[in-house]
């Protein structure tokens, strides 16, 4: 209804016979005499709601209050409750959301009223109300899947929507704001998951997408239709796909419309009452609902209205209930104001605008009862007897619900249809439909724990001949192998024979569960063939001797040699040359594999033995040795291998010596100065040591010199003449780098000359 009306009332028979009810009978009525009534209405709209328990009531708006009363015996409809509005309003509108009720009224200021409903058979109780963010709203909506309020035509916006927040505190509202639509003003809405159904009056139908308020999507439109009025309320059928609405307008059909593609709205049938045809069509449609198959319909004048949608093309009107039989035409706006026909008994209640509150069957509709709460667990997949590590699916046995709560052993985990459990315990399911909440039977959930499963440290290699074998030390029921990821069918013991390399895992089975090993990579390694000559020498001699090593072989393999002080001396791939003592010891490797090659090879090798010399005179004596062979300026002195050599012209002398072992060495350079035939140095009983010189050279003599000087093997003079000191005379030579250097002695008879070596 969108204006006051100012109502005649004229002289009409009070019954037109047959044009009462079709396939409908009154169970029972309630009505205050006494009620205030605006510009003629007394009562206005109407709701239903249900306990637990299985009581039925209506909630019935009138001029001045609410009115809560039980109708779960219909002949003895009883009134629990009233509460009177701020002032009185010609519309009240009222729906529920789980134990509440929310009540605005287009008069006064009353905002937005929250009941209890909790207490019901026995009472109601007014809990909250805000009429802070508006005082006036024409209608109220609920789209219960998503616990959101709605006010159409408020005063909170002039051509927009309000919204509460009724999923937080459904006692306590919050307000979540307001919003401009582009339709404009709009009268009344059906909401369902977000898309809202917006009855524009003139401005036609809209339908938008609330997901985000913010950003509010209009999804289409239908402003343009057949027997268009003003477009006052809708309903949608439960597939989504088709919608009822009402223009309040004179002589207005009812519209079916096809809203699954919302860019092309469309209709697919016009239906009405004519309870007064032929005389008078002039009939008005004011709020249509859907249950099943059916849309059950308020109409002024003509009471209760249903009509059959299974063909959508020819809609079929099957029963009637007038509230209102004294009317005679459809001049105004008087009868049936509002009907309910969600009750779960399949009553439908309806309210009058002069008669109050009816009670009504419909005779020839079997209304699909509402499906009873049932909380039970069923096994979507797993097993109740499953293995630690599995994950059972637990699912509800209903759908559709409101709430779902999931406990284990007494403690809320989780909520929704389903649950995946992991843990073991005992699992409940508490269900709701919003209004009253069940419990199932408790369901044990047992895991049973996991067999080890084992196997060697990661890599394995072998490099033996024979097939290698692999075990796990995990005690199981029954084993299965796996190779590269393949299950080796064949193949269910502990052990398992090892033909070729790669990844292999163990399965262990125990008591109905099983564990897999890490995998373990078995590497069946070549072992090498080698071959390796030793070449040892004549003579062990330090420094010109070596044991030589010529190895051979097939693959890819390479060798290392070790010493016990040293464990790696070096690693070789052809051949090596060991020119040190030592105790070696020789392997062969591959990528994976090795093996030593034969007992450890002892090798000593023997220092030479540097021969000294002594000078006398001009004859030049070498310690013992083997042999002897004596060298002048670096040239072999042929015939020249005795243990002397006399020199008979100056320059210098060395000998190479052979000792007991073969090793050859050779002394220092001694020079000789020889004057007229005459060897200065003989006869003075020098001796110079040591030669090689280290840090300092000890110069001894029985007959000294004057004075000596320190020349380089070229003639530089390294340290010039100086006093000979008494008794042993030094030269420091630490500072002189390595090389030959002369001693000169300056005697009363001439200058001669020793050769020595720095090392």
């Known amino acids: 209804m969108n204006k006051i009306i100012i109502f005649i009332f004229l002289s009409f028979p009070v019954f037109l016979a047959g044009q009462e009810q079709l396939n409908m009978s009154l169970l029972g009525q309630w009505d205050a005499p006494m009620l205030p009534a605006t510009s003629g209405v007394k009562y206005n709209d109407i709701w239903g709601y249900a306990d637990c328990e299985g009581n039925e009531f209506a909630i019935v708006g009138s001029a001045r209050y609410i009115h809560f009363i039980n109708v779960t015996d219909p002949a003895n409809p009883m009134e629990i409750g009233r509460f009177a509005g701020s002032t009185n309003s010609i519309w009240r509108d009222i729906k529920t959301y789980k134990q509440y009720a929310y009540a605005v009224a287009d008069q006064g200021n009353d905002g937005l009223l929250v009941f209890d409903l909790s207490q019901l058979p026995d009472s109601v109780s007014l809990v909250f109300q805000d009429n802070s963010n508006f005082t006036r709203s024409h209608n109220v909506f609920i789209d219960e899947p998503t616990g959101r309020l709605y006010l159409p035509g408020s005063n909170a916006i002039s051509n927009g929507v309000a919204a509460y927040d009724l999923a937080g505190n459904p006692g306590e509202p919050a307000f979540l704001g307001t919003w401009p639509l582009p339709g404009g003003y709009f009268h009344d809405i059906y909401v369902r998951n977000h898309i809202a159904y917006c009855s524009h009056g003139g401005n036609g139908l809209w339908v938008y997408d609330f997901s985000n308020l913010n950003d509010i999507q209009a999804l289409g439109n239908l402003t343009s239709y057949p027997e268009q009025g003003y477009n006052h309320a809708s309903w949608l059928n439960d597939a989504g796909d088709q919608l009822v609405f009402a223009d309040e307008t004179?002589?207005?059909?009812?519209?079916?419309?096809?809203?699954?593609?919302?860019?092309?709205?469309?209709?697919?049938?016009?239906?009405?009452?004519?309870?007064?045809?032929?005389?008078?069509?002039?009939?008005?449609?004011?709020?249509?609902?859907?249950?099943?198959?059916?849309?059950?319909?308020?109409?002024?004048?003509?009471?209760?209205?249903?009509?059959?949608?299974?063909?959508?093309?020819?809609?079929?009107?099957?029963?009637?209930?007038?509230?209102?039989?004294?009317?005679?035409?459809?001049?105004?706006?008087?009868?049936?104001?509002?009907?309910?026909?969600?009750?779960?008994?399949?009553?439908?209640?309806?309210?009058?605008?002069?008669?109050?509150?009816?009670?009504?069957?419909?005779?020839?509709?079997?209304?699909?009862?509402?499906?009873?709460?049932?909380?039970?667990?069923?096994?979507?997949?797993?097993?109740?007897?499953?293995?630690?590590?599995?994950?059972?699916?637990?699912?509800?046995?209903?759908?559709?619900?409101?709430?779902?709560?999931?406990?284990?052993?007494?403690?809320?985990?989780?909520?929704?249809?389903?649950?995946?459990?992991?843990?073991?315990?005992?699992?409940?399911?508490?269900?709701?439909?919003?209004?009253?909440?069940?419990?199932?039977?408790?369901?044990?959930?047992?895991?049973?724990?996991?067999?080890?499963?084992?196997?060697?440290?990661?890599?394995?290699?072998?490099?033996?001949?024979?097939?290698?074998?692999?075990?796990?030390?995990?005690?199981?029921?029954?084993?299965n192998w796996y190779l590269n990821g393949t299950l080796?069918?064949?193949?269910?013991?502990?052990?398992?024979?090892?033909?070729?390399?790669?990844?292999?895992?163990?399965?262990?089975?125990?008591?109905?569960?099983?564990?897999?090993?890490?995998?373990?990579?078995?590497?069946?390694?070549?072992?090498?063939?080698?071959?390796?000559?030793?070449?040892?020498?004549?003579?062990?001699?330090?420094?010109?001797?070596?044991?030589?090593?010529?190895?051979?072989?097939?693959?890819?393999?390479?060798?290392?040699?070790?010493?016990?002080?040293?464990?790696?001396?070096?690693?070789?791939?052809?051949?090596?040359?060991?020119?040190?003592?030592?105790?070696?010891?020789?392997?062969?490797?591959?990528?994976?594999?090795?093996?030593?090659?034969?007992?450890?090879?002892?090798?000593?090798?023997?220092?030479?033995?540097?021969?000294?010399?002594?000078?006398?005179?001009?004859?030049?004596?070498?310690?013992?040795?083997?042999?002897?062979?004596?060298?002048?300026?670096?040239?072999?002195?042929?015939g020249a291998t005795q243990q002397s050599f006399t020199a008979e012209e100056s320059g210098g002398y060395h000998v190479e010596t052979t000792d007991a072992n073969g090793c050859i060495a050779q002394s220092e350079t001694i020079l000789l100065e020889i004057t007229s035939g005459v060897n200065i140095l003989e006869n003075k009983g020098l001796r110079l040591y040591p030669n090689p010189a280290g840090e300092l050279l000890y110069l001894e003599a029985t007959t000294p010199p004057s004075s000596v000087r320190l020349l380089s093997a070229d003639g530089r003079e390294m340290a010039g003449w100086r006093p000979w000191m008494a008794g042993q005379h030094t030269i420091a030579t630490h500072m002189l780098p390595s090389g030959v250097y002369f001693v000169q002695l300056l005697f009363e008879d001439g200058v001669g000359s020793l050769r020595i070596i720095k090392q």
Request: some cysteine; hydrophobic content about 35%.
């Open 250 to 479: 004179h002589g207005t059909s009812l519209k079916l419309a096809d809203v699954s593609d919302l860019s092309d709205i469309s209709i697919l049938d016009l239906f009405r009452s004519e309870l007064l045809a032929p005389a008078f069509t002039n009939s008005i449609p004011h709020n249509p609902f859907i249950r099943d198959q059916y849309a059950v319909v308020s109409y002024y004048h003509d009471g209760v209205q249903i009509f059959d949608l299974s063909n959508p093309e020819a809609v079929e009107r099957i029963a009637y209930y007038d509230t209102y039989p004294e009317n005679q035409n459809y001049a105004g706006y008087e009868g049936c104001w509002g009907v309910y026909p969600y009750l779960p008994s399949g009553n439908i209640i309806a309210s009058d605008i002069s008669h109050g509150l009816f009670i009504l069957s419909a005779d020839s509709i079997d209304f699909e009862p509402p499906q009873p709460l049932e909380a039970s667990i069923g096994v979507l997949s797993g097993s109740l007897s499953g293995c630690e590590g599995d994950t059972v699916v637990l699912g509800a046995s209903q759908a559709g619900l409101n709430t779902y709560e999931w406990l284990l052993d007494g403690e809320l985990v989780a909520s929704g249809p389903e649950f995946r459990a992991t843990l073991p315990g005992a699992y409940q399911l508490v269900v709701g439909n919003g209004i009253c909440t069940i419990a199932s039977e408790v369901v044990e959930l047992a895991f049973a724990p996991l067999p080890e499963a084992e196997l060697p440290e990661s890599p394995f290699i072998y490099c033996g001949e024979a097939p290698p074998t692999i075990s796990t030390p995990s005690q199981g029921d029954s084993y």
């Open 488 to 638: 080796l069918n064949e193949e269910h013991g502990e052990s398992l024979d090892i033909a070729e390399g790669g990844l292999y895992q163990v399965e262990v089975l125990s008591n109905g569960c099983s564990s897999f090993s890490d995998e373990l990579e078995v590497i069946l390694g070549q072992m090498p063939s080698p071959l390796i000559t030793i070449i040892l020498p004549d003579t062990y001699c330090a420094g010109t001797d070596v044991v030589d090593i010529d190895a051979t072989g097939s693959g890819n393999q390479y060798y290392t040699i070790s010493e016990a002080d040293n464990p790696v001396v070096d690693t070789f791939i052809n051949s090596y040359s060991i020119t040190t003592s030592g105790i070696y010891q020789i392997d062969a490797f591959t990528e994976y594999c090795s093996m030593a090659l034969g007992p450890p090879l002892e090798v000593f090798f023997n220092e030479p033995v540097i021969p000294t010399l002594t000078v006398a005179a001009n004859t030049l004596t070498s310690s013992p040795a083997a042999t002897y062979q004596w060298y002048k300026d670096g040239a072999l002195l042929s």
